[in-house]
């Protein structure tokens, strides 16, 4: 995996329509040091059926 310039955010929204893309996108920012944050939102916008999950980046000492 290419190593980026960009800054570590603390907080993160993930937006998928595809709901096994979520989990994948999830499952990948755990492993850079994330945790979900709250639960699931599923939502429908414009006829589209969007899904949510915030993460939060855990304290590492």
Same mark, same amino acid.
């Given at each position: 995996? @290419?190593q980026?310039? *960009?800054?570590i %955010?603390? +907080?993160? !929204?993930?937006?998928? /329509?595809? #709901? *096994? $893309?979520? &989990?994948? $996108?999830?499952n &990948? #920012?755990?492993?850079k040091? +994330? %945790?979900?944050?709250? *639960?699931l !939102?599923? /939502?429908? &916008?414009h006829n &589209? /059926? +969007?899904h +949510? /999950? @915030?993460? #939060? #980046? $855990? %304290? !590492?000492?």
């Open positions: 995996m @290419a980026t310039n *960009s800054p %955010k603390p +907080y993160i !929204v993930i937006c998928e /329509q595809d #709901l *096994s $893309r979520l &989990e994948n $996108r999830v &990948e #920012l755990i492993m040091g +994330y %945790k979900p944050h709250g *639960s !939102v599923i /939502q429908v &916008e &589209e /059926q +969007y +949510y /999950q @915030a993460m #939060l #980046l $855990r %304290k !590492v000492a």
